[in-house]
């Protein structure tokens, strides 16, 4: 699946997902974090609102799957000849935003598989993300062949898609545009690109 797939949930899909043990999970995940028991469910029914929003309006209806833009992108990208690196975060467990010591001590499990159902489309469990985006969509798997020689791709497991995930602030250098291996990899690429 291309694009945004998580566009598509809205508040009757987050209802009808919000199982008794993802509402523990979350509960749990938000007292941990120090916010109220409730916050992290307000701010996800929130985040659910906000990105229907974003979607209904230009710029975000064309990462919205099946869109006429990215049917051009695929279209274009696909016979680009230019070398192209895809940096895909891939930190898809709530887990990573709590002290190792509290991390060791719960799973988040139904919270991790429901949110990985949301942002990836499908019922793959375990599908890499970073919390908003798939890394089929950030790696264009669905547009450009694993062998295409100008395109490199590079998953960064342990990096986020922004420096928030709901209203929790990710751990320092953990967002994908601040992390010191995706700066260090921009870098490299570029130096062997202009040699």
């Keep these: 699946m291309g694009g945004a797939a998580g566009a598509r949930v809205d508040a009757a899909m987050l209802a009808q997902n919000l199982t008794a043990s993802v509402l523990k999970d979350l509960r749990t995940l938000s007292f941990n974090l120090g916010y109220a028991k409730n916050e992290l469910e307000k701010q996800l029914m929130l985040n659910v609102q906000s990105n229907q929003v974003v979607c209904s309006r230009p710029g975000g209806k064309d990462l919205m799957p099946g869109s006429a833009f990215l049917a051009e992108v695929r279209k274009s990208l696909h016979k680009e000849k ?22 060791r001590r719960f799973k988040l499990k139904a919270l991790n598989d429901i949110y990985t159902f949301f942002v990836v489309g ?54 994908i545009l601040c992390h010191p291996t995706a700066l260090g990899a921009v870098v490299n690429f570029a130096k062997t690109i202009f040699k």
């Excluded at 070398?83 to 991390?103: D, E, H, Y």
């Design 122 to 175: 499908e019922k793959r469990i375990n599908g890499r993300h970073d919390m908003q985006v798939s890394v089929d969509s950030q790696h264009a798997l669905h547009i450009v062949p694993k062998k295409k020689k100008n395109f490199t791709r590079l998953l960064i497991k342990d990096a986020f898609h922004s420096s928030y995930v709901l209203t929790v602030p990710v751990p320092k250098d953990k967002a």
């Design 82 to 103: 230019v070398p192209i690196l895809a940096i895909g975060a891939g930190q898809n467990n709530f887990r990573a935003l709590l002290t190792k010591k509290k991390a």
